[in-house]
């Protein structure tokens, strides 16, 4: 896994895990298509950066709190 991707995916699964929220639902709330969603929680791509802001709005968090590297004590 690229950094990158790596540092999103965690982030991503961070996020979810705090609200609470599961691959299904937010694609079918951000109209996502699961297997992609997918490739993204797993590391394998990264989003494009309007689908980042899409998922930075939807969690009521900024874009740089999934796309930079976070200390894991939240």
Known sequence: MDDSKAV????????MEREGK???EICHDLDIS???????????KLPRMNKVQMLA???G???S???EEKPTAT
Do not use: H, M, Q
């Open 8 to 15: 999103f995916s965690r982030n991503l699964a961070r996020y």
């Open 22 to 24: 599961s691959r299904v």
């Open 34 to 44: 699961y297997y992609t969603f997918t490739d993204w929680i797993k590391g394998k």
């Open 57 to 59: 709005e939807y969690f």
């Open 61 to 63: 968090i900024k874009v």
């Open 65 to 67: 709190d999934l796309i």
